[in-house]
Nanobody, 126 residues
Framework: QVQLVESGGGLVQAGGSLRLSCADS????????MGWFRQAPGKEREFVAA????????LYADSIKGRFTISRDNAKNTMYLQMKNLNPEDTAIYYC???????????????????WGQGTQVTVSL
């Protein structure tokens, strides 16, 4: 059973940085594709970044490319999202997600992921 727990959210001023973590209590972390999504009030959940089962070729949303970096430490069963140069449009609840069967062409689609964390709030003020 995959259980995902996000942490690291908070309040930060525009231009600041945060690092989110997603810890997985399961023992098959390295075999899962992992992703970050976010949902702002009144908006649909949107793709942020994702990994296939290996660390190669992460995917990024255009809106955060160059500012956010996704990484994973399989030995610690943990995935990270380093966020820099944050702006108020980045304010949202950030979720991590995992799936063992997702294919590359579907990795940006929230509905394709079987497992989700509870989310962590990120608020960016002016």
């Amino acid at each position: 059973q995959v259980q995902l727990v996000e942490s690291g959210g908070g309040l930060v001023q525009a231009g600041g940085s945060l690092r989110l973590s997603c810890a997985d209590s399961g023992r098959t972390f390295s075999t899962y594709a992992m992703g970050w999504f976010r949902q702002a009030p009144g908006k649909e959940r949107e793709f942020v970044a994702a990994f296939r089962r290996t660390n190669s070729n992460p995917l990024y949303a255009d809106s955060i490319k160059g500012r956010f970096t996704i990484s994973r430490d399989n030995a610690k069963n943990t995935m990270y999202l380093q966020m820099k140069n944050l702006n108020p449009e980045d304010t949202a609840i950030y979720y991590c997600a995992a799936d063992s069967r997702i294919i590359l062409s579907s990795m940006k689609e929230p509905a394709r992921y079987d497992y989700w964390g509870q989310g962590t709030q990120v608020t960016v003020s002016l």
